[in-house]
């Protein structure tokens, strides 16, 4: 069972800068395809970033050229939010697919593990 942990979430004004943090239990994570997807109230869950085994990355029209998706060898992911708006209030997931090369995109079904969420509010 693949746990992860998100952390780093917070509030921040319009036009500042968070660093969320998603901490994966299996060593196998490597190999998963790993995303980040975030939820506002009464909206639907929306694909944000997405890293594939082989480091390539994937982005929303609505957050590229101000998030990064990274990871590290120590089954860590990243997302480095810049410029955020307030728009970009919601909950952050961190998700775990096992197709590696991301096939299913920002479809929700096609991540087998979530964690539980990190709250970003970005005020104006």
């Known amino acids: 069972q693949v746990q992860l942990v998100e952390s780093g979430g917070g509030s921040v004004q319009a036009g500042g800068s968070l660093r969320l943090s998603c901490a994966v239990s299996?060593?196998?994570?490597?190999?998963?395809?790993m995303g980040w997807f975030r939820q506002a109230p009464g909206k639907e869950r929306e694909g944000v970033a997405t890293i594939r085994s082989d480091y390539n990355t994937n982005y929303a029209d609505s957050v590229k050229g101000r998030f990064t998706i990274s990871k590290d060898n120590a089954k860590n992911v990243y997302l480095q939010m810049n410029s955020l708006k307030p728009e970009d209030t919601a909950m952050y997931y961190c998700?775990?697919?096992?197709?590696?090369?991301?096939?299913?995109?920002?479809?929700?079904?096609?991540?087998?593990?979530w964690g539980q969420g990190t709250q970003v509010t970005v005020s104006s």
């Open positions: 299996e060593y196998r994570s490597r190999q998963y395809c």
């Open positions: 998700a775990a697919g096992s197709s590696g090369f991301c096939s299913g995109g920002f479809g929700t079904s096609a991540y087998n593990y």
